[in-house]
């Protein structure tokens, strides 16, 4: 059984930074792509950052520079470091494993970030 499970989120103050985490078992994340996504109220569900097996990384435009995604292999977890945070930042983030078994990927619960400004 895959699960993946998120922490870190909070409140923090704009310029700010988080570090969220995706503890991932049932799963080998170096094997897969692993992502992170978001929700903000009354928005679609956006990829922010993902990371494929040959550890090549993408990220939203609004991100770039200010956002790293990484992963431990030995920990099986996935980081989504956040620095510089603005209030549009705010959002449910999500992480995902994007596996070739599956059409739709693994989901975590969801961790809040809300950044004040």
């Known amino acids: 059984q895959v699960q993946l499970v998120e922490s870190g989120g909070g409140l923090v103050q704009a310029g700010g930074s988080l570090r969220l985490s995706c503890a991932a078992s049932?799963?080998?994340?170096?094997?897969?792509?692993m992502a992170w996504y978001r929700q903000a109220p009354g928005k679609q569900r956006e990829l922010v950052a993902e990371?494929?097996?040959?550890?090549?990384?993408n990220y939203l435009d609004s991100v770039k520079g200010r956002f790293t995604i990484s992963i431990d292999n030995a920990k099986n977890t996935v980081y989504l470091q956040m620095n510089s945070l603005k209030p549009e930042d705010t959002a449910v983030y999500y992480c995902?494993?994007?596996?070739?078994?599956?059409?739709?990927?693994?989901w975590g619960q969801g961790t809040q970030v809300t950044v004040s400004s």
């Open positions: 995902a494993a994007l596996v070739w078994y599956r059409s739709n990927p693994y």
């Open positions: 049932g799963i080998s994340i170096s094997a897969n792509t």
């Open positions: 990371i494929t097996s040959g550890s090549r990384t």
